[in-house]
Structures are given as structure tokens and as C-alpha cells.
T-cell receptor, first 114, second 114 residues
Framework: AQSVTQLDSQVPVFEEAPVELRCNYS??????LFWYVQYPNQGLQLLLK??????LVESINGFEAEFNKSQTSFHLRKPSVHISDTAEYFC????????????FGEGTQLTVNP | EAGVVQSPRYKIIEKKQPVAFWCNPI?????LYWYRQNLGQGPELLIR????????DSQLPKDRFSAERLKGVDSTLKIQPAELGDSAVYLC????????????FGPGTRLTVL
């Protein structure tokens, strides 16, 4: 069975500052990794995913995440955040052998202040 | 294109009462998921359907929870009787077949059991 740990439940930052949201996972088999974002009163939206190939993946709105197999991590970063990035971010993992079952972390609330 | 539709958005009931949630997935998506999201936690899978077949219901508390997707399109999740601990947000998601495909989430139904 897999598990996901998001190390920070809340991350407050100022606008235009860099941010890193940390995610570690545990699994006995190879995995796919995902970051989802949930804006207030909305459903979860896929931000980016790692399936194979390059360990650095990027989203269309400037976020990036790097898969580190040795450290079993998939941290999310953005060099300069905007007010509109305020949301809850969930890291999730899916074992390659188990089909579509996603296991989510507990979430990190990112709050960007002016 | 319409997203995943869920109703109702909010529901307040007294314990021991029955409750039902409805989900209409994105047109053409044959895989449908029900998740439960407790306050301050990430979503947890309850059941996954491929068309009308429940292919993963290992996390569904079958003594009080039931689900159906009779025609392989929309789905209903029922709780009978509800308990205080069932208070949560119930999320529905859909995807094309295959575990590499992105899951699209609805806005959820927030259930409060008094």
C-alpha cells in the first residue's frame, strides 16, 4: 500500500516570493505522481503529473515539480507566486500496478498575501 | 463542455436518516469515482466504476453505504442510516478508461450530520 505525506499544512507567503510545497511518498512499487489544486468552492483540478521520462514536470501557470526517486519526493515549486495562486494543493500517488486508485496527502493550504 | 455535475451541493440531516448524492460524469467518460474528503484531509476513494461495473469497492463501508451506476452513466451514492462521523465532502470524479487518464472532479456535496 502507498501513502503520501505533505509536510506543511499551511504555507503563507508574500506575493512574488518563491514557494515550495513538500511531498513525500511511500510505496513498494513504481508509482505515478500528481499535484492537484483546489480553489475555494471548486473541485480539484490536475496541476501536473509525472508518469515517466524527465523527472522535472511543469504546469501551464508556472509551477514545476521534480520527481526524486532516491528521496521518494515530489516537491512543488514556483519561483514567483501571485495572489490568485491561493488555494489548497494536494499531492497524490498511484501505483503503476493498481489501476486508477489515487492516494492523496492531507493537503497544503497556500496563502499568498499582498 | 460541461464538467462533472453533482447534486445537491449541501445537505444537512439528522443522524439515522438516509441521504443520497447524485453525480453525472463528463460525457464519454466511462470511469466514475466516488471519494470522501474529511475536514483537513485529502480525498479517499470509496468506489470506482468501469461503465456499470464496480471494479474497486474495497474502501466502501458496505454496512451503510451503497452505490449504483445502472446504465453506466450517472451514479448515486447512498448512506442509510447516516452517522455523525459521515459528515464530510463527497466528491465524484470521472475519467476515460485507463489509469493514466486525468480524473476530473466535481464540486462535491458537503454533508453535515447532526
Amino acid at each position: 500500500a502507498q501513502s503520501v505525506t505533505q509536510l506543511d499544512s499551511q504555507v503563507p507567503v508574500f506575493e512574488e516570493a518563491p514557494v515550495e510545497l513538500r511531498c513525500n511518498y511511500s510505496s513498494s512499487v513504481s508509482v505515478y505522481l500528481f499535484w492537484y489544486v483546489q480553489y475555494p468552492n471548486q473541485g480539484l483540478q490536475l496541476l501536473l503529473k509525472y508518469l515517466s521520462g524527465s523527472t522535472l514536470v511543469e504546469s501551464i501557470n508556472g509551477f514545476e515539480a521534480e520527481f526524486n526517486k532516491s528521496q521518494t519526493s515530489f516537491h512543488l515549486r514556483k519561483p514567483s507566486v501571485h495572489i490568485s495562486d491561493t488555494a489548497e494543493y494536494f499531492c497524490a500517488v498511484s501505483e503503476k500496478t493498481s489501476g486508477s486508485r489515487l492516494t492523496f496527502g492531507e493537503g497544503t493550504q497556500l496563502t499568498v498575501n499582498p | 463542455e460541461a464538467g462533472v455535475v453533482q447534486s445537491p451541493r449541501y445537505k444537512i440531516i439528522e443522524k439515522k436518516q438516509p441521504v443520497a448524492f447524485w453525480c453525472n460524469p463528463i460525457s464519454g467518460h466511462n470511469t466514475l469515482y466516488w471519494y470522501r474528503q474529511n475536514l483537513g484531509q485529502g480525498p479517499e476513494l470509496l468506489i470506482r466504476y468501469e461503465n456499470e461495473e464496480a471494479v474497486d469497492d474495497s474502501q466502501l463501508p458496505k454496512d451503510r453505504f451503497s452505490a449504483e451506476r445502472l446504465k453506466g452513466v450517472d451514479s448515486t451514492l447512498k448512506i442509510q442510516p447516516a452517522e455523525l462521523g459521515d459528515s464530510a465532502v463527497y466528491l465524484c470524479a470521472s475519467s476515460l478508461v485507463g489509469h493514466l487518464n486525468e480524473q476530473f472532479f466535481g464540486p462535491g456535496t458537503r454533508l453535515t450530520v447532526l
